[in-house]
């Protein structure tokens, strides 16, 4: 069974930084690409960005220069690490492998 937890979110001031993990179970993860997908109050599921399991990434434009995504394969780990978080980066982030999801993790970029 494929399971997908994601942690690390929570309420951050603008400007400020935090780390999401993705653990992943259920399958062979270093062969794989995952990717991370957020959900604003409102609107429709946007992708991050994502790596291959050969290490390539994408980011979208919004995030680019101010996220990275990275993978610990020996640890089925999933992680993106967000600086210069801005109130628009708030968000339901989820971390995506195929057709599964995880439950998410929530942002919040206030003051």
């Known amino acids: 069974e494929v399971q997908l937890v994601e942690s690390g979110g929570g309420l951050v001031q603008p400007g400020g930084s935090l780390r999401l993990s993705c653990a992943a179970s259920?399958?062979?993860?270093?062969?794989?690409?995952m990717s991370w997908v957020r959900q604003a109050p409102g609107k429709g599921p946007e992708g991050v960005s994502g790596?291959?399991?050969?290490?390539?990434?994408y980011y979208t434009g919004s995030v680019k220069g101010r996220f990275t995504v990275s993978r610990d394969n020996a640890k089925n780990t999933l992680y993106l690490q967000m600086n210069s978080l801005k109130p628009e980066d708030t968000a339901v982030y989820c971390c995506?492998?195929?057709?599964?999801w995880g439950r998410g993790t929530q942002v919040t970029v206030s003051s």
């Open positions: 995506k492998y195929r057709i599964y």
């Open positions: 259920g399958f062979t993860f270093g062969s794989y690409d």
């Open positions: 790596i291959s399991g050969a290490g390539a990434t």
